[in-house]
């Protein structure tokens, strides 16, 4: 890990963000934290547009000090900004490194497939899946035919068919489809297993994330 490297990247990454501070509620979109309140030196500062340049490179400076591990450092960046992160980082890494922080901004992200397909791509297209993934799952991925049916739940009109997070299992994508009351399909799909860059339990989710340029035959699925 070159942690200096790192460490200026993520100060980059927090310059380039633009934040609201006249939200009312004090809620705020930005790698370091998610509320105007943080805690510096053991006090609570109020971030505004006159300090937040100062908490970015006091809260760096503290990261580059303590932190020994690649972990360490991902776990300061909010889960947000964790694949952007690691994007930018990638090449700062060992191998063991990457695949390790690669499983985790993708299981700890609520939403990973609003990132950008390009990069999601880029990321997965360097992982290895033996890095990726337990040894059970590696079992479970191993045990699946050349041609998989595999399924995806959507809510929303604007919801991206072709993205990377698809499901075994019709009962989940389902799940995912009718969680809340909108609008709300299912569609399955088939894929070469040579096309699915990870399989995992994760959140009991039975997915497989999959490159979504080689999906085949997409159709709805009229039952839900």
Not at 165 to 183: G, N, P, Y
């Amino acid at each position: 890990m070159e942690k200096e490297k790192i460490v200026n990247t993520l100060k980059n990454l927090c310059e380039g963000i633009r934040i609201n501070f006249k939200n009312k509620s004090g809620i705020i979109s930005h790698p370091l934290t998610s509320h105007i309140e943080v805690q510096k030196n053991g006090e609570i500062l109020v971030l505004d547009k006159n300090n937040i340049k100062d908490y970015v490179n006091w809260k760096c400076d503290e990261i580059k000090e303590q932190a020994t591990e690649i972990d360490h450092i991902l776990m300061q960046v909010n889960k947000p900004y964790r694949l952007t992160f690691l994007y930018l980082v990638k090449d700062f890494l060992t191998e063991e490194e990457f695949n390790s922080m690669m499983k985790d901004c993708w299981v700890m992200t609520e939403y990973p497939n609003q990132e950008g397909t390009r990069i999601l791509l880029k990321l997965f297209e360097k992982s290895k899946r033996e890095l990726l993934m337990t040894k059970e799952e590696l079992d479970k991925f191993n045990s699946l035919p050349q041609e998989i049916i595999i399924y995806r739940g959507l809510q929303g009109s604007k919801a991206k068919i072709r993205a990377l997070s698809w499901t075994l299992s019709k009962d989940k994508a389902k799940w995912f489809a009718t969680r809340w009351k909108s609008e709300n399909k299912v569609y399955q799909a088939e894929i070469n297993k040579e096309d699915i860059f990870m399989y995992t339990k994760d959140r009991n989710e039975d997915e497989v994330v999959i490159n979504p340029t080689k999906l085949k035959n997409i159709k709805e699925c009229v039952e839900l």
